[in-house]
C-alpha cells in the first residue's frame, strides 16, 4: 500500500532540507541502521529529526529505500566510493551493495565492464574471487583486496617473491602459497601483516623437507593444501581453519609418474563429503593427467580415472583432457579434450570406468575453427551452471536452454542436456593475450591472461549499451 | 502529537474547499497541487486516481520523477527537462503510478511514424560474435534480435535489454506475438517454437503433420491480428503447407496451400519464404522462390483463409522477385526484381479486376518504378534486396543503402477515372552522406515510429528514428 495514513509519516531534515518518508521506508534498510533505530526514537513529537549529513546524497539513498533500486543519475552525479561511505553511516550499506551488484551471470551475453589494475606489478600471478564480488589479486609478491563495488582496499606485501595460489579462508584471512617458498602462509588483509605459517614434515622421513603448495581450497572446518617436495613426492595435507594446525594427511605418492603428480587443482564438495584432486601436466607426447576423489573421513580414494589411460577404459583414447573444473552446484566434472578441443561431461553421483559424455557443437560460426592441439593453452571454469572454456585468446560459455525437461529421451544425449556453445567475446577481445586463469564470483567473471597487466571483470548488463550515433 | 497533524488537515481541507477540484499531494515532503481532472487523465486502474480520491495524500516517492510525471500529465509531453535524468528511471516511476502505457504511447507512438524524418540514430549492440540472422519488433517499438542461438530483447525504450538461449542453432524466422512472446524457426530445425522471451521457456511447439512423417522445418511466419501462419516444409522437401493457427489460443485453424510433389513439377515444390496479411482484403500474401538452372522463378499467392483458396496468383517467371511486400495504405503490393533490382509494384484493383492470366506470366501487372531499363547481363542485380512498407512509403535496400519511395498523389490523375497505371512513385536514398555505403543491409523492420536493420558481419541493430521529444 503506497499510501500511507499520518502517523506512518515521519519528517527529517538531512542537512537543512526536509525530507518527508514513512517509518516503514526508513525501517526497509534493516533493524540495525541508524534510519530504523532514528524511526523509532522518542524525538518524534519535536519537529523533524536532524541528521547532518549532505542531503543530496541523503535524497538518493532515500530513492533507494523507497524504490529498490538505484537513480542512474547518482553514479554520475557521486561516486560509488561515496555512496558507499555514506551508506555505511546511515547502515543501509548491504542494500545499496545489493542494488549496484550485477544481475545473474549469462555467459551467453556478458562484456567487459572493467579491468583491475594494480599500481605495480599488475600482471596477476593468480587471484580469487569471493561470492560477494570482491576479489583478491596476487601479484609481484603482494596481494591486493578489491571490495565487492570493485575500489581498491588495500595491498599487503607479503614475504614471498611469487605468490601462485591464493584462497580466502576466513573473511580476512588469506592462504598464500608459492612455486619458489615452501609451506602455505596465512596472511590477515586487515592488518595487512603475516598471521602464521604450516610446512609440510614428518618426523619419520627426513625427505619431507621444503615442500611447497600448489593447490589450496578449504571446507567449513578445513583448508586443503597440496605440498610437493624438490623430490616430487607429494601429498594433500588438511589443516583445521580453528587453529591453523595440520590435522590429516591424504594421498601421499611418490610423485614419479604423471598419474602420481601433484594436484595442481583440489575442489571441495560439501554434497558428498569428498576432496576432488586434478593434475594436468603437459610432457613431450601431449598432454596426461588424472582425476582424484577421496573422502577425507577415511582418507581413501573413491574414485579415479586417468588419462591417458588404456584403450577400453576411454572412448577417446589419444585425446586426452587439457583441463578439468568441477561444478559444484550441479555435481558434474567437466573435462576439454587436448586434440579435439571437445568439452565433456560427467555427473558426479554416477562415475563409472567411462563416465564421459562427449559434448556434440552446433553452432556453425564456431565448427570451423582451426583446432590444432599442440601447444594450445585451454582453460575451463564453471560457474553459475555454465562452463567457461578460454582457448588460448577466446573466451566461450556452454550453457543450457532453460528448459529441460521437455526434451525427450529419446534424443541425442547432447541434445537432452541441452549444452550450447557460445562466443562471450568478440574477436578484438581474443587479441589482447592467452587466457591463464577464469574465476567466477558475485556474478562476475575475472579473466588474467598470460603477461598482461590487469584482471578483467566480465559481467552481464540489463542495460543495452545503446550508443547514440546521430 | 497526533492533534497537531489533524489540525494542520483541516486547514488544508478548508483551504481546498473553496475550489473541490484541486487535489494536493504530498510527495516525499513537497507539496503539489493539481486538479482531479490531470490525475484522472492517467487511468482508472492508476494510482494517481486513486489519489485523486483520497484526502490528503501522502506518497512516499521522489518528488523530483513526480513533477515530470504531473506534468506529462498536465501537457501530454515531457518536460525538457526530463534530459537531466535517465529515462529508465522514468520508466520504472512510471510504473509505480501506473502510467507506463501512457508515457510509452506518447514516446513511440506509431502515428507519429514519419518516413522522411527518419535517421540514423542509434546502435544496439550485441554481445558474443553471432550477427544478428533475424528481427522481430512490436508496435511499441521494441524489437527482438536472433543471433546465433540466442534472442536478445530490447524494450521499448531501447535502454533495456535480456538474452536467452535457444535450442536453435540459428533463427531464419522470427516473430513477436507480444512484447513477451515470439514464434521463432529454422530451415533446419522442426517445429515452430513460441518461445517466452522473458525466462527463455519455451511454451509451446507447433509441428505440422506432413504425410512422410518426417521432420517439418519452419520457412516463414507471419501473423495478423488474429491468426498466426506458418510455412512449413516438410524435411525431405517433398511437400509444403501452410498451417493457421488462432493468435491467442495458439491451436490449429486451417490449412491452406498444402502440396505434395508428385514428378517434376518444380512450382508446387515451393514453400512460402514470406508469409503476410493484407488486411484490406482480409488475404494472406505467400510467397516463394526457387533459384534454377534456368534462373530465379517464383510465385506470389494470395489465400483466403475461410474458402482455403487462392484467390489470385502472380507467376515469376521473368525477373522473379527478390522481395514482396504489401501495402495496405497504397493498396498495392511492391517488389524488387532479382534480376533488375529494380522496385516494381501491382496495384491491387488490377489483379482484383481479374486481369491477371492465370497460365501466362505476371509480368504485364508489374509497373517498373525504375528508369525501366532492360537486364543486359542477367546478373542477380537485386539479390539479396530487402523491400518492406510502413506507414504510406516503401523502403528498399540494395547493398548498404535504402531507398524510400514514396507516392506523390497528383491532383488531376486522382480524378480522372481508372487510369491505375498514372500512379507516380519517386524514391530517395535514406539518411546524410556519411550514414551511405555501409555493409549490406541483412534484415529491416519497423516498429512504433522507428525504423531497425542488422548488416552482414555488424554485431548490432540499428535504429532510425525522427526526432523524439522528450528524450
Not at chain 2, 531499363?373 to 542485380?381: A, D, F, L, T
Request: glycine letters at 8%; proline letters at 4%; charged letters at 20%.
Amino acid at each position: 500500500m503506497p499510501l500511507s495514513s499520518p502517523q506512518d509519516i515521519i519528517q527529517l531534515n538531512v542537512g537543512g532540507k526536509l525530507f518527508e518518508t514513512t517509518v516503514s521506508t526508513l525501517q526497509s534498510g534493516g533493524p540495525d541502521s541508524l534510519l530504523a533505530v532514528l524511526s523509532t526514537g522518542p524525538a518524534k513529537d519535536s519537529g523533524p529529526i536532524f541528521i547532518d549529513r549532505d542531503s543530496d546524497i541523503f535524497s538518493i539513498l532515500l530513492s533507494l529505500l523507497r524504490s529498490n533500486r538505484l537513480p542512474s543519475t547518482a553514479l554520475r552525479r557521486f561516486s560509488l566510493q561515496e555512496l558507499a561511505d555514506e551508506a555505511l553511516y546511515y547502515g543501509i550499506d548491504s542494500r545499496l551493495r545489493f542494488a549496484v551488484s550485477p544481475p545473474q551471470l549469462h555467459g551467453i551475453d556478458a562484456a567487459v565492464k572493467d579491468t583491475i589494475r594494480p599500481a605495480a606489478d599488475a600482471i596477476p600471478s593468480t587471484f580469487s574471487a569471493a561470492e560477494d564480488g570482491s576479489v583478491w589479486i596476487a601479484h609481484g609478491g603482494q596481494v591486493s583486496v578489491y571490495d565487492p563495488y570493485l575500489t581498491y582496499t588495500s595491498t599487503i606485501r607479503t614475504h614471498l617473491d611469487d605468490i601462485t595460489s591464493i584462497r580466502w579462508v576466513w573473511p580476512n584471512i588469506a592462504a598464500l602459497g608459492s612455486e619458489s617458498t615452501a609451506g602455505i602462509h596465512f596472511y590477515n588483509s586487515s592488518a595487512g601483516r603475516h598471521v602464521s605459517s604450516v610446512h609440510w614434515t614428518d618426523p619419520t622421513d627426513p625427505r619431507i623437507y621444503k615442500a611447497r603448495v600448489n593447490a589450496i581450497t578449504d571446507s567449513t572446518n578445513s583448508i586443503f593444501a597440496s605440498f610437493d617436495c624438490p623430490h616430487k613426492e607429494n601429498a594433500v595435507l588438511v589443516i583445521d581453519k580453528s587453529t591453523l594446525q595440520i590435522s590429516q594427511e591424504l594421498g601421499r605418492q611418490p610423485g614419479n609418474s604423471a598419474k602420481t603428480t601433484v594436484p595442481e587443482k583440489l575442489t571441495w564438495l560439501p554434497e558428498t563429503c569428498s576432496l576432488i584432486g586434478i593434475s594436468v601436466t603437459q610432457g613431450a607426447f601431449g598432454y596426461s593427467g588424472y582425476i582424484r576423489m577421496w573422502d577425507p573421513r577415511s582418507g581413501e580414494v573413491v574414485w579415479e580415472t586417468n588419462e591417458p589411460g588404456s584403450g577400453r577404459s576411454s572412448s577417446r583414447f589419444g585425446d586426452p583432457m587439457a583441463d578439468v573444473d568441477v561444478d559444484v552446484e550441479g555435481l558434474k566434472l567437466f573435462k576439454i579434450c587436448s586434440k579435439s578441443g571437445d568439452l565433456a561431461m560427467a555427473d558426479l553421483r554416477n562415475l563409472g570406468e567411462d563416465p564421459w559424455v562427449y559434448m556434440k557443437d552446433t553452432n556453425p560460426i564456431l565448427r570451423n575453427t582451426n583446432w590444432s592441439s599442440s601447444g594450445n593453452s585451454m582453460v575451463l571454469h564453471c560457474y553459475k551452471s555454465q562452463v567457461f572454456v578460454g582457448r588460448e585468446g577466446e573466451l566461450e560459455v556452454w550453457s543450457t536452454t532453460e528448459d529441460k525437461k521437455d526434451e525427450s529421451q529419446s534424443d541425442l544425449v547432447n541434445e537432452r542436456l541441452g549444452y550450447k556453445r557460445n562466443y562471450v567475446d568478440k574477436s578484438d577481445d581474443a587479441e589482447r593475450g592467452v587466457i591463464k586463469r577464469i574465476e567466477g564470483g558475485g556474478n562476475r567473471l575475472f579473466v588474467s591472461r598470460e603477461e598482461v597487466e590487469g584482471l578483467e571483470v566480465w559481467e552481464s548488463s540489463n542495460f543495452s549499451g545503446v550508443l547514440s550515433v546521430s | 502529537m497526533p492533534s497537531f497533524t489533524t489540525d494542520k488537515m483541516i486547514g488544508t481541507q478548508t483551504a481546498s474547499e473553496s475550489n473541490n477540484d484541486v487535489v494536493s499531494i504530498n510527495v516525499g515532503g513537497q507539496i503539489f497541487q493539481t486538479t482531479k481532472q490531470t490525475l484522472i487523465m492517467a487511468g482508472p486502474d492508476s494510482l494517481l486516481s486513486q489519489l485523486a480520491e483520497s484526502t490528503c495524500p501522502f506518497v512516499d516517492r521522489d518528488p523530483e520523477f513526480f513533477s515530470l510525471l504531473l506534468s506529462f500529465l498536465r501537457t501530454g509531453t515531457l518536460p525538457s527537462k526530463v534530459k537531466d535524468f535517465d529515462i529508465y528511471d522514468l520508466i520504472e516511476e512510471s510504473r509505480f503510478y501506473g502510467v507506463e502505457s501512457l508515457l510509452i504511447e506518447s514516446i513511440t507512438n506509431p502515428s507519429q511514424f514519419d518516413g522522411f524524418a527518419l535517421q540514423k540514430s542509434l546502435v544496439l549492440p550485441l554481445n558474443g560474435r553471432d550477427s544478428p540472422s533475424a528481427i522481430a519488433t512490436t508496435s511499441s517499438g521494441s524489437v527482438h534480435v536472433a543471433h546465433g542461438s540466442k534472442i536478445t530483447s530490447f524494450d521499448w525504450s531501447l535502454r533495456r535489454k535480456w538474452t536467452i538461449l535457444t535450442q536453435f542453432t540459428a533463427i531464419d524466422s522470427l516473430l513477436a506475438i507480444s512484447p513477451k512472446l515470439a514464434a521463432a524457426g529454422a530451415t533446419d530445425f522442426s517445429g515452430l517454437q513460441i518461445l517466452d522471451l522473458e525466462n527463455g521457456n519455451v511454451k509451446e511447439v507447433l509441428n505440422w503433420e506432413n504425410v512422410t512423417k518426417s521432420s517439418s522445418t519452419v520457412q516463414a511466419i507471419g501473423a495478423s491480428s488474429e491468426f498466426l501462419f506458418t510455412s512449413f516444409e516438410s524435411g525431405r522437401r517433398n511437400s509444403n503447407s501452410i498451417m493457421v493457427y488462432d493468435i491467442n489460443t495458439l491451436k490449429p485453424v486451417t490449412e491452406i496451400g498444402h502440396y505434395e510433389i508428385y514428378g517434376a513439377d518444380i512450382d508446387s515444390a515451393i514453400p512460402a519464404t514470406k508469409l503476410s496479411w493484407v488486411s484490406n482484403h482480409r488475404l494472406v500474401m505467400a510467397a516463394g522462390s526457387h533459384s534454377g538452372l534456368s534462373g530465379v522463378m517464383g510465385n506470389i499467392k494470395f489465400w483466403d483463409i475461410r474458402s482455403g483458396n487462392v484467390v489470385f496468383e502472380l507467376k515469376e517467371k521473368v525477373n522473379c522477385f527478390a522481395d514482396v511486400c504489401v501495402s495496405d495504405n497504397l493498396n498495392s503490393i511492391f517488389k524488387v526484381g532479382v534480376n533488375s533490382g529494380e522496385v516494381f509494384y501491382a496495384d491491387f484493383r488490377i489483379l482484383g479486376g481479374g486481369d491477371s492470366d492465370d497460365s501466362g506470366n505476371s509480368s504485364d501487372i508489374w509497373v517498373c518504378l525504375g528508369d525501366g531499363r532492360k537486364i543486359v547481363n542477367g546478373k542477380k542485380e537485386g539479390s539479396g534486396c530487402k523491400i518492406e512498407s510502413h506507414g504510406n512509403q516503401v523502403f528498399c535496400s540494395k547493398g548498404g543503402d535504402i531507398e524510400l519511395w514514396s507516392e506523390v498523389v497528383m491532383g488531376s490523375h486522382r480524378t480522372s477515372g481508372n487510369r491505375l497505371d498514372e500512379r507516380v512513385f519517386r524514391k530517395n536514398t535514406m539518411g546524410r552522406v556519411k550514414d551511405m555505403v555501409g555493409l549490406k543491409i541483412t534484415n529491416l523492420a519497423f516498429g512504433g515510429n522507428r525504423m531497425f536493420l542488422t548488416r552482414k558481419d555488424q554485431q548490432a541493430v540499428e535504429v532510425w528514428q525522427g526526432a523524439v521529444r522528450g528524450i
